[in-house]
């Protein structure tokens, strides 16, 4: 709970991060808002987002009503009407307006308005597309993503700088920096999983995001060592895959309870940026083994470990949702109750 007479950009960033998880995630949102209302916040600029912050906890509390007063007042909050930052408080508020029921046409219209955002801004496809899903609409989502690529493809073609991009094996398709891929990479990944969730066959588009994934993998191991992945090894798996491949230390931790605390504090830091549901995906060992030997390749390798990552992230029976609530089984399946095993690896 906020205690601190002013609140500091950090401090709004530690709350994101941790405010589901405390004891009363609603009195948290209704501090913040308070901050923001009251004039407690170091930068001024940040009561939007504060109050998108309160908005979203609400939200995800199922407390309809203060989420949208919170959304309201977070617009109302923003330096101008088309402040880029405002989109996640519009989606929010159209998520309400979904759930409220009879008020459809109001949700449209705030995310048809935010449609625009797919082409500029890294974190629209994700909290356009969770808006639409809670409103029955994952089939808009994905044309309206699969029109954002083609027009963000067509125009890297008609500048010369994608035709490649379109018709090759390996396309190749600038992506930015590993920490920071584009626009384009978020577009077709959230493509992907909408496409996957309403079961429709792998496309042309598809197949681009696998490739594109696997490149920037292999980019950021290139530049880092190790990669962040969505892959949980179950304990017995764990231990079997460091006797196997006791190179992969480095990038799923020195034992299992450090493996476990990278994927929370990962899966806090992709809600901080505004990704919703989210999971993890259970791993075998002999399935790594057998995808790298239908690709002839080291289990230990940046690219086939995306590749093996992709595969079983698109099996629905693979995935562990996240997170539980404070009093429910842990994700990890230790027995243990989420607020007492992996939910304060997260604050390690």
């Known amino acids: ?11 709004l960033a530690e709350l994101r991060r941790s405010a589901l998880g ?19 916040l170091e930068d001024p600029d940040d009561a939007g987002d504060a109050l998108t912050l309160a908005a979203e906890i609400a939200e995800i509390r199922a407390r309809p009503d203060a989420a949208l007063r919170y959304a309201d007042q977070a ?3 923003y330096p101008s009407g088309d402040d880029p930052r405002a989109g996640l408080a519009h989606a929010l508020r159209a998520r309400v307006l979904f759930r409220a029921g009879g008020r459809d046409d109001e949700a449209m219209a705030e995310l048809t308005a935010l449609r625009p955002l797919l082409l500029v801004q890294s974190d629209a496809p994700a909290y356009l597309s969770a808006a639409l899903d809670a409103g029955g609409r994952s089939a808009t989502a994905e044309t309206w993503l699969s029109e954002a690529v083609d027009t ?3 125009e890297r073609a008609a500048a010369g700088a994608a035709a490649q991009a379109i018709t090759a094996t390996d396309p190749v398709v600038d992506l930015g920096p590993p920490e920071a891929p584009g626009v384009l990479f978020f577009l077709l990944q959230q493509r992907h999983r909408v496409r996957r969730d309403l079961n429709l066959p792998h496309d042309r588009q598809d197949d681009l995001a696998d490739r594109l994934e696997t490149q920037l993998v292999r980019r950021a191991g290139e530049r880092r060592g190790a990669e962040s992945d969505l892959l949980f090894w179950p304990r017995a798996e764990f231990d079997r895959l460091l006797s196997e491949h006791a190179a992969l230390t480095e990038v799923y931790g020195p034992d299992w309870d450090a493996h476990r605390a990278r994927l929370e504090k990962e899966l806090v830091r992709q809600t901080s940026a505004g990704q919703t549901g989210l999971g ?6 002999a399935g790594l083994n057998a995808f790298a030997g239908r690709r002839n390749g080291d289990p230990a390798d940046a690219a086939i470990r995306a590749g093996y990552a992709a595969e079983v992230s698109a099996r629905p029976s693979a995935r562990i949702p996240w997170p539980p609530e404070r009093n429910d089984a842990c994700w990890c399946g ?3 109750k989420y607020k007492k095993d992996c939910l304060p690896r997260s604050r390690s």
């Open 334 to 336: 230790s027995g243990l």
């Open 75 to 77: 617009l109302a909050a």
């Open 152 to 154: 963000l493809l067509g």
């Open 280 to 285: 993890v995906f259970s791993a075998t060992v």
């Open 22 to 40: 405390a004891a009363d995630p609603l009195g948290v949102a209704a501090d913040v808002a308070e901050a923001a209302e009251q004039g407690r």
């Open 1 to 11: 709970m906020p205690t601190k007479d002013v609140l500091t950009k950090a401090d």
